[in-house]
């Protein structure tokens, strides 16, 4: 089943589950059946409003990967699944009626909220039924993206009134259809009409006239006549199979290596194809003119027993197709294309916003701005997602400086949190060691206010021990000795709180060679702070010092 034709099913379904809004509701005895509401749309002529609408579900299922991080082929795999759903699990008599009203009510209450729409409302609904039923885990959907579609399908049936409203004497007919279904007597095999193609009867009529059209090349020395004449009209009256087709068909079977029963049978087979496939040719469409026609000439040759024109026809249907389904390819890409364009731009204005707020020291404003930011780029611009999270981490870590909120420090560090989750491996190892440094510094800050638990400084050691395997300490030492006494500091008030020797013996290592940079640099106060650092170290350790540790007292100035 094609792409279009799963989106066409899913909506006719929907329409189906909305049609008591318009007095056609269904019967709850009778199935959901999209397929046969879509058949019968296409059968008394276009209809503009409900192909508008299933152009419009196939956009936005289309552009749903961009906006809410939906693959095609997952969506495309849920819709096909909820318009069964619909049909099992379905709104009781009057319901769908009762819902809508108050579905408006909320909606004109708070008509800036997407959540209070009658469409909304309608789909968590259905997704609050379909999950008491267990429907949606014995199926195994995903909640999130049956609200997506449902919502999306939803406000194109109810959301816009002349759709259902202009559907009204189709679903009317429907219901009665059904109703006449259900209290006709069914008549008997000998009097049945030509069957309606169906999934299987018309998926490919080109690849079974090639198996007929094939056997004509490979002789096969068999009996040439068929030795039931009563059997043969049968089948003939039963199906109102032309005498051409007939004759055709006849002439292909009696080369084939079979019995009399295999040989009527398979004929009998062949007629249903046959006829299912004349009507389903026959009949009107919204297909381009030329399509039309080449469909009603492969018709035509069928009733005249011409395999070989029907197949070159067909052939020609197939290529027609093949063109209009690439046209729409290539246009929606072109259409993604310039949304994508269109979101990159919308963004880089809104990080703009955010840079003014910065300027003017509005730093709740400028997290806000860049979050907002990063949140609008389409899924391939994962390297400005980056940029923009680290600037709204680096907003929010300069409000907690200045606040030393603890609700400041932790929205901080989860957005540095995120900012390492969109590492990969091209990333700039600069940008590398600022995230984990910036998460670093959250943290030990949290970890001081929390005395009694040491989660937060465990996550700041191993984010400190990554900046500085990040830093190359020959190229920019003076940067990976500042990573090393940050790394020290977080290892001494973890040692505080549990495994003092292990944590301090552990911070010793790390601060002596950072020592030793800052000095050799002239760097008199950093190297007194790790000094101090050191000489905490050493003596509360006392004789379980490793030897070397307590560093001999250096003077700060040289004497003359």
Request: net charge negative.
């Amino acid at each position: 089943m094609s792409f279009f034709e799963v989106l066409d099913r899913f909506l006719a379904t929907g329409v189906l589950a909305c049609a008591g809004l318009v007095g056609a509701e269904i019967p709850e005895a009778a199935p959901l059946d999209g397929p046969a509401l879509s058949a019968r749309l296409r059968a008394s002529g276009p209809n503009e409003p409900y192909g508008a609408a299933l152009d419009a579900l196939a956009h936005a299922v289309w552009f749903a990967r961009e906006r809410h991080g939906i693959p095609l082929d997952t969506a495309e795999r849920h819709a096909a699944v909820l318009a069964q759903l619909l049909s099992e699990v379905r709104f009781a008599p009057g319901e769908i009626a009762t819902a809508f009203a108050a579905a408006r009510v909320a909606s004109d209450a708070a008509p800036a909220d997407p959540a209070t729409s009658p469409a909304a409302q309608l789909a968590a609904l259905w997704l609050s039924k379909a999950t008491a039923a267990e429907a949606l885990a014995r199926t195994a959907l995903d909640a999130d993206i049956c609200r997506f579609l449902l919502s999306e399908m939803l406000h194109l049936v109810v959301g816009r009134g002349t759709l259902l409203t202009g559907l009204a004497p189709v679903l009317a007919d429907h219901r009665t259809a059904l109703s006449v279904a259900k209290t006709t007597p069914q008549p008997s095999p000998a009097a049945s009409p030509a069957p309606e193609p169906d999934a299987t009867t018309t998926a490919s009529p080109a690849a079974a006239l090639s198996e007929l059209t094939s056997a004509r090349a490979s002789p096969r020395p068999q009996p040439t006549s068929f030795p039931v004449p009563a059997a043969v009209a049968d089948i003939k009256a039963r199906h109102h199979l032309p005498e051409a087709p007939l004759r055709r068909l006849q002439a292909i079977l009696a080369q084939q290596p079979m019995t009399s029963e295999q040989r009527l049978a398979r004929l009998d087979e062949l007629a249903t194809w046959l006829m299912a496939t004349i009507s389903f040719l026959k009949k009107p469409s919204n297909d381009a003119a030329e399509v039309r026609a080449a469909k009603l000439e492969a018709a035509a040759a069928l009733e005249a027993g011409d395999l070989e024109l029907a197949m070159d026809r067909l052939k020609t249907v197939r290529d027609h197709m093949r063109d209009s389904r690439r046209r729409a390819e290539a246009r929606i890409a072109d259409e993604l294309q310039a949304l994508r364009e269109q979101m990159v731009e919308e963004a880089k204005a809104t990080a703009r916003l955010g840079e003014l707020a910065l300027a003017r020291m509005d730093l709740d404003a400028a997290a806000d701005h860049f979050a907002d930011a990063a949140g609008q780029l389409p899924a391939n611009e994962a390297a400005l997602e980056l940029e923009y999270r680290q600037r709204q981490a680096e907003a929010l870590a300069a409000k907690a400086e200045t606040s030393g909120e603890p609700r400041v420090l932790e929205a901080a560090a989860q957005a540095f949190r995120l900012c390492r989750r969109l590492i990969v491996a091209d990333t700039d190892p600069r940008t590398r060691v600022r995230i984990n440094v910036g998460l670093g510094d959250m943290l030990m800050a949290l970890g001081v206010r929390r005395p009694d638990d040491t989660t937060a400084l465990e996550e700041a050691v191993a984010a400190f021990c990554d900046g500085v395997a990040g830093t190359d300490r020959a190229l920019k030492p003076m940067q990976w000795a500042l990573v090393q006494l940050s790394h020290g500091a977080a290892l001494v008030e973890l040692g505080q709180r549990r495994d003092r020797d292990r944590h301090w013996h552990t911070a010793a290592t790390v601060l002596m060679p950072a020592l030793d940079v800052f000095e050799s640099r002239g760097a008199s106060d950093l190297a007194e702070a790790a000094r101090a650092k050191l000489r905490m170290i050493a003596l509360a350790l006392g004789t379980t010092a490793a030897p070397g540790m307590l560093p001999s007292p250096q003077p700060l100035t040289k004497s003359a």
